[in-house]
């Protein structure tokens, strides 16, 4: 029941199962790490606690696809994420764990860092490959071909965000039952929220799909300082939307945040009280996708300049 944590929500296995069949012996595996969402930081935090569960995973996954590379694409901007990660790496090599002949499984497979420069495009898993693969302005890519059939240098590539990797070891571990027990009937397991704005208790939170947006603003956030009246949380990034008071019972799933209007995105989650003004709000996030706009298509490079 494992889904996507990036946003999308698309099936992991399925992915994985169509990278796997897709023709060629060479394939890719990748790590984004490339979160750009304003407030978003769980990435960061796992990177920098605990790194071994995403090489974990990302091993897993390789076995699985029949992968013998993975990158880790992650933001300059996160040093002590890179540099508990180069150890978390290193740990692994020496401990045979990542390499040649992986604990005398005959299996193969290594990994390595590669620092994006910050751009919020690529994020966005097309521009994500051509910039590791060295284009100075790199940009989406017509889709198809999808990266799982002609990704990385034009294999079979796939890409799962750092929550998602995360989350494949502990799987394995407890077995799908106790996983697919977490969560609602299509949205299984736990999601991480960055919770930040007008809210008592910032922070990052991990809590089962499903849990209403109430439960996690006021009985793990705290409620909204100085008692005021929440107004809004917005949810999946810049472009994203806005949930009003009046939805305040919604269950956090896939499937319901976009009914609502917005989506899961990678999990920031910003709180708005009675005195935030949602022009200005709407102003800042525009403005803020207007200036990370590769360019390329028609509908945002001029439409945010006009909006």
Known sequence: GLRGRGG???????????????PGSTKYVICNADEGDPGAYMDRSVL??????????????????????????VRTEYPLAIKNLSIAIEQAEQHNLLGKDIIDSGFD???????????????????????????RSPEPRVRPPFPVESGFWDKPTNIN?????????????????????IGTKKSK??????????????????????????????EIGGGIPHNKKFKAVQTGGPS???????????????????????????????????????????KYFLAFLKDES??????CREGTQQM
């Not at 590769?294 to 509908?299: A, E, F, W």
Request: hydrophobic share 40%.
């Open 8 to 22: 999308a929500g698309f099936p992991t296995g399925l992915k994985w199962e169509i990278c796997r069949k897709a």
């Open 48 to 73: 920098e606690g605990n790194p071994h569960s995403v090489l974990e995973g990302m091993v897993i996954g390789a076995y699985a696809i029949g992968a013998h590379e993975g990158i880790i694409y």
């Open 109 to 135: 497979f290594s990994v390595r860092i590669c620092q994006g420069a910050g751009a919020f495009v690529c994020g966005e898993e097309t521009a994500l490959i051509a910039s590791i693969e060295g284009e």
């Open 161 to 181: 965000n750092v929550e998602t990797w995360a989350n494949v070891f502990l799987i394995i571990n407890r077995g799908a039952e106790w996983y697919a027990n």
């Open 189 to 218: 397991g736990t999601k991480i929220f960055s919770l930040v704005g007008k809210v008592n208790n910032t922070g990052l939170v991990e809590v089962p799909m499903g849990i209403t947006l109430r439960e996690i603003i006021y």
């Open 240 to 282: 994203g939307g806005c949930i009003p008071a009046r939805l305040l019972e919604l269950p956090v799933d896939y499937e319901r945040l976009t009914e609502a209007g917005s989506m899961m995105g990678s999990g920031g989650m910003v709180v708005m009280d009675e005195d935030t003004c949602m022009v200005d709000i709407t």
């Open 294 to 299: 590769c360019g390329k298509c028609t509908s």
